[in-house]
C-alpha cells in the first residue's frame, strides 16, 4: 500500500509543476484515462446529460488516488455529485484501480462563466442605445409574471427534480447551457410555475437581458395581429432582439402552420445569436402531432426534461409548505388525507386546501378531519364510488394474470407482491377503508406494511412509466 503511494508520489514530483497552492498537473497518464472517462460518460448516461452537466468537467489534478476535476458552478458540482459522481468513480476506478476517488471542486474562472461577463456587459451598453421603446414594447407583448411563482415556493420533488434543476441551471449561468430548454408535462404540474420563475430569477440575476415570456396563444395573436397590419417586419425584429424568450404551451400552435413556420425562423435566429429559448409543452417533442417534423427535431436539441405526475410525498410536501404561507392551522391528518386522495394535479390540491381553509375561516370551525371530508364531498365523491376492496383485487389480479389468492397470500416474491402493493394503494384511494382495514384484507398485514406499500407505488408510478401506466388502467377499470 505505501510502496504505491510512494510510487505516485515518485512520479508525481517528477511530472508536475508544484507552485504554491497550485494543483498539481496531471500525468500524462492521468489525462488519458480522463479522457477515456469522460468519453465513457457520453455514452453511458446520453447525448442530453453529457452535454448539460457532464461536458464542463474539467481534469485539474491528481493526488494520492484522487482525481480533481472541476465545474464552473457549485450548483453543477451538487449536482453531479448526487447524481453521477459515484458512477464516475467507478469509471475511473475501472481504468486504472488506484484511482479511489474523484473530487469536484468549483472553479468559477473558466471560460464557461467568465467569457459571457464581456458579453453582458457590451450588451448592456447596446441595450441603452437600443430603443427604450423597443423595451416597452417588449413589455407590453410579454404575458404578466404571477408573483408567486418563484423557485423559493416551488417545492421539489423526485417528480420535477430535473425540470427544477434545469431551470435553476438556466438562471445560473451567463452563457446558455443548452438550447432550448424544454419542460414538459401534465396539466397542472408546475410547468407555468417554473417558466415565471426563471423569468423572476433571471430579471434578478441579469437585469440587463431582455426576457420575453408568453403563451404560445398570444404568440400566434401577435404574430396574425401583424400579419394583418403589415407590420412583419417590426414583428421579427421584435422577436429577434430578445435575450431570453419563453414561450409556455407550444402545443397550442399544433396545425397552425404559418404560426410555427414563423415561429421555426425566430427559434433559429436566436439560437445562432446565441440566445436562450425556452419551451414548455404538455408532450414531449416527439409526441407532439400537428406540429412540423422539422420543428420537432428542433425542440429536441438541447435538454428535455419532463416533469412526471406527483407523487405522495412530493403532494404532501407542497401542501405543507402551502399551509406555512397561508398561516392556517391545518393537522398533519388532515394534509395526509389530502395528498392521499387529491391525486389528479396539483391545481387540484391546492384547490382543495383553499376550501377548507376558508371554509373553517367563515364557520369559526376548526379544521379536522370530519369537516375536511364534508366540505370536499364532492370532490372525493368522484374518487369514491363505493368500489369494494374485493373489486380491486380481482381486477388487479386480472390485470397481472395473478390468482385472487395471490392477493392474500405470504409469498413475496416481486411478481406477486408488486401488484399487491398496487392493490393496496388502490384500496386506500378509491375506498373509505382504514389502513388497518385494508391490512386486514390483505391476509392480515400489518396498517404499517400497507402505508409501506402506498409509499411505495406512488415513488414507483414517479419514476417507472409502466407502473404509473398499470395504476392507470386498473383504475380507470375499476371508476367507469
Ligand atoms: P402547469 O403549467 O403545468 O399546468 P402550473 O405551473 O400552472 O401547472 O401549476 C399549477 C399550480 O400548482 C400552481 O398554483 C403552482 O404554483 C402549483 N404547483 C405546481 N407544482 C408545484 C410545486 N412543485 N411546488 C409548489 N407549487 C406547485
Ligand atoms: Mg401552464
Not at 382543495?352 to 365523491?381: C, G, P, Y
Given at each position: 500500500m505505501s510502496e504505491t503511494i510512494g510510487k505516485q508520489v515518485a512520479q508525481l514530483n517528477k511530472n508536475s509543476i508544484d507552485l504554491e497552492g497550485?494543483?498539481?498537473?496531471?500525468?500524462?497518464?492521468?489525462?488519458?484515462?480522463?479522457?477515456?472517462?469522460?468519453?465513457e460518460m457520453r455514452k453511458e448516461f446520453g447525448e442530453a446529460i453529457f452535454r448539460s452537466w457532464l461536458k464542463p468537467l474539467t481534469l485539474q489534478a491528481y493526488y494520492h488516488g484522487t482525481m480533481e476535476v472541476s465545474v464552473p458552478t457549485r450548483f453543477m458540482r451538487d449536482w453531479i455529485q448526487t447524481h453521477y459522481s459515484k458512477r464516475i468513480s467507478e469509471m475511473c476506478a475501472q481504468e486504472n484501480a488506484e484511482i479511489k476517488r474523484v473530487q469536484i471542486v468549483v472553479i468559477q474562472n473558466n471560460v464557461i462563466d467568465a467569457a459571457p461577463e464581456v458579453s453582458v456587459d457590451t450588451k448592456k451598453n447596446s441595450i441603452t442605445s437600443k430603443s427604450a421603446a423597443l423595451r416597452d414594447n417588449i413589455a407590453e407583448i410579454s404575458s404578466p409574471l404571477d408573483q408567486r411563482f418563484t423557485f423559493d415556493s416551488f417545492v421539489v420533488g423526485k417528480p420535477n427534480a430535473l425540470a427544477h434543476a434545469a431551470a435553476r441551471r438556466v438562471c445560473e449561468s451567463a452563457s446558455v447551457p443548452f438550447n432550448p430548454l424544454f419542460i414538459y408535462g401534465g396539466v397542472g404540474l408546475g410547468k407555468t410555475h417554473l417558466m415565471h420563475a426563471i423569468a423572476h430569477s433571471m430579471a434578478e440575476n441579469f437585469p440587463e437581458k431582455v426576457v420575453m415570456y408568453l403563451s404560445a396563444e398570444k404568440f400566434m395573436y401577435q404574430f396574425v395581429k401583424a400579419l394583418r397590419a403589415n407590420e412583419t417586419m417590426n414583428f421579427k425584429e421584435q422577436f429577434r432582439s430578445v435575450d431570453i424568450l419563453m414561450i409556455d404551451d407550444i402545443q397550442f400552435i399544433a396545425g397552425k402552420e404559418s404560426t410555427q413556420e414563423e415561429f421555426f425562423h425566430t427559434f433559429n435566429a436566436l439560437v445562432d445569436q446565441n440566445k436562450q429559448i425556452i419551451i414548455s409543452a404538455d408532450k414531449s417533442p416527439s409526441d407532439l402531432t400537428g406540429i412540423d417534423e422539422r420543428l420537432r427535431s428542433r425542440l429536441a436539441w438541447g435538454l428535455v426534461a419532463d416533469i412526471h405526475p406527483s407523487t405522495y410525498d412530493l403532494r404532501l410536501g407542497i401542501l405543507r409548505s402551502k399551509r406555512e404561507k397561508l398561516g392556517a392551522e391545518v393537522p398533519d391528518s388532515v394534509l395526509e388525507f389530502l395528498a392521499l386522495k387529491v391525486t389528479s394535479n396539483i391545481r387540484?390540491?391546492?384547490?382543495?386546501?383553499?376550501?377548507?381553509?376558508?371554509?373553517?375561516?367563515?364557520?369559526?370551525?376548526?379544521?379536522?378531519?370530519?369537516?375536511?371530508?364534508?366540505?370536499?364531498?364532492?370532490?372525493?365523491?368522484?374518487h369514491d364510488r363505493?368500489?369494494?376492496?374485493?373489486?380491486?383485487?380481482?381486477?388487479?389480479?386480472?390485470?397481472?394474470?395473478?390468482?385472487?389468492?395471490?392477493?392474500?397470500?405470504?409469498?413475496?416474491?416481486?411478481?406477486?407482491?408488486r401488484p399487491r402493493q398496487v392493490a393496496m394503494y388502490l384500496a386506500k384511494l378509491l375506498t373509505a377503508r382504514s389502513l388497518p382495514e385494508i391490512g386486514r384484507k390483505f391476509g392480515g398485514r400489518d396498517h404499517t406494511t400497507v402505508m409501506h406499500a402506498i409509499r411505495k407505488v406512488e415513488e414507483l408510478m414517479g419514476d417507472d412509466a409502466q407502473i404509473a401506466q398499470d395504476v392507470d388502467v386498473v383504475r380507470r377499470a375499476l371508476t367507469g
Open positions: 497550485t494543483p498539481l498537473e496531471p500525468t500524462s497518464e492521468i489525462k488519458s484515462i480522463w479522457s477515456m472517462v469522460h468519453a387540484e390540491l391546492e384547490g382543495a386546501l383553499n376550501r377548507i381553509v376558508a371554509h373553517a375561516d367563515v364557520s369559526n370551525q376548526e379544521i379536522t378531519l370530519e369537516s375536511t371530508q364534508e366540505v370536499l364531498q364532492d370532490l372525493l365523491r368522484s363505493r368500489i369494494t376492496i374485493d373489486e380491486i383485487q380481482r381486477k388487479v389480479a386480472d390485470h397481472y394474470n395473478l390468482r385472487l389468492t395471490d392477493m392474500h397470500s405470504a409469498r413475496r416474491a416481486r411478481n406477486v407482491a
